[in-house]
């Protein structure tokens, strides 16, 4: 499968290796292109703008800021149609207050929601952004693997979704459509919360589990 990863952080490069590592052509980009010169080296995932990448996946993870990724979605509608746009994001909106993530959606709106209107054609699925980048290619934990909530109102682009989680070691939960997507993305939050409120991640992460 041909997949482009928009986004030159963390996760993008973590999702960019873990599915080069299942055998897929992976792609990653960056608002110019050349931002990941030395990641493009170590691993030999080509790098280029987002518009190109974009153009040439089948699908597509976003993995950018939340506060940047409506506007570049839009930007982007026309080479997204068609397409399963997996999106990592979540609209956080500043530092921790009392150990919560602010969120710049109002309550029960989404960032899924707001993405998938900035691009009509594109099949907006929640996808990994209830988990750290550390823990989500092939997560090696008691109990075995880890559940990953997902959303969305396309059921192809859904299910190849999931296969993708599968591959990288995951169960799958599909939450239903993209309107509960606040639902989704409040995994995020409450998931942080542990780990800013009492240091114990390990804890958080324990509520993925099956």
Known sequence: MKIGVLGSGMVG?????????????????????????????QTG?????????????????????GDVAEALVKELAPALAGKALLDTCNPI??????????????ANESLIERLQK??????VVKW????????????????????????GDDAAAKATAAALAKELGWNVEDAGP?????AVEALCQLWCAYGFLRNDWA???AMLRP
Not at 33 to 39: N, S
Not at 96 to 104: A, K, R, S, T, W
């Open 118 to 123: 900035a691009a009509p054609d594109a099949k």
């Open 203 to 205: 804890h958080a992460f």
């Open 13 to 41: 490069q973590t999702l960019a290796k873990g599915l080069q590592g299942l055998g897929h052509e992976v792609r990653i980009a960056s608002r110019e292109g050349t931002k990941l010169a030395a990641f493009s080296e």
């Open 45 to 65: 995932i080509r790098e280029g703008r987002f518009g190109d990448v974009a153009a040439f996946a089948e699908v597509v993870v976003l993995a950018v800021k």
């Open 178 to 182: 993209a309107r509960l997507g606040h």
């Open 93 to 106: 909106s500043g530092a921790p207050e009392g150990g919560m993530l602010p969120y710049f959606t109002a």
């Open 128 to 151: 990994f952004n209830s988990v750290g980048a550390g823990l989500m290619v092939k997560p090696n934990v008691q109990g075995g693997p880890p559940s990953m909530f997902i959303c």
